[in-house]
């Protein structure tokens, strides 16, 4: 079963590898036994190079706090890292909830974002700066994501706004997301999806100096 915090039950799921419900202070340790770690071994995707397992894995635990904290249910899936429309599609069928598209944008102004939609949205880029109220996007280079985020291509999450204790990101969050039962994003790694309701993303995001803004995100025709 997934890995959640005990605030309410977890759902099964055929194709994810899953962990009993634990809060993140209690490193998720099944009872009888010694502390169980979340897993960032290369058997589901491993941490992406570039960014060492210890830190990711930190940044994660503290997530998790962070969010137990403020009294909020999530729960996490394990699964292979996701490169294909076919894998990712599966992976929709196997886990609840709404499926997010995330993207690490940079405005003509030097302003940085990232923008959650849901996973079958074609967001339309020429449009989304009159959405938003910026100026013409592109995208983020890696090397930003990495150092204003912590986490590389493919982990791209609102939640790692957790990491921007600068407030250098801002974030959007489209209203079908903020509004879903069950949201699932990125643990700030690829190899997990995590899910929790959308007000609670919305919530964790501003008592962490984030809040996002909320629209209907402009579709490509």
Known sequence: MPLSNGLDKPEKHSGCAAVPRRSAGSECAPAGRGPARHRAE????????????????????????????????????EHE????????????????????????????GGQFWV??????????????????????????????M??????????????AAFNDTAGLVKIVIDRRLAEAEVVNVHPLRNTATLGLAGSDLIRFLAEHGHEPQVVRLPARA
């Open 42 to 77: 290369p058997d589901c995707g491993g941490v992406p190079s570039g960014l060492g397992a210890a830190p990711v894995m930190t940044a994660e635990t503290n997530l998790l706090r962070a969010l137990d904290s403020l009294g909020i249910s999530w729960t996490i899936h």
């Open 81 to 108: 890292a996701v490169f294909t429309v076919e894998a990712s599609a599966q992976l929709h069928q196997e886990i609840a909830g709404a499926h997010t598209k995330n993207l690490f944008l940079k405005d003509a």
């Open 115 to 144: 923008i959650s939609a849901p996973h079958d949205a074609s967001v339309d880029l020429k449009a989304l700066p009159d959405a938003i109220g910026c100026k013409k996007v592109s995208f983020g280079k890696a090397e930003a």
């Open 146 to 159: 990495e150092e204003l985020l912590g986490i590389l291509p493919g982990s791209v999450t609102p939640l």
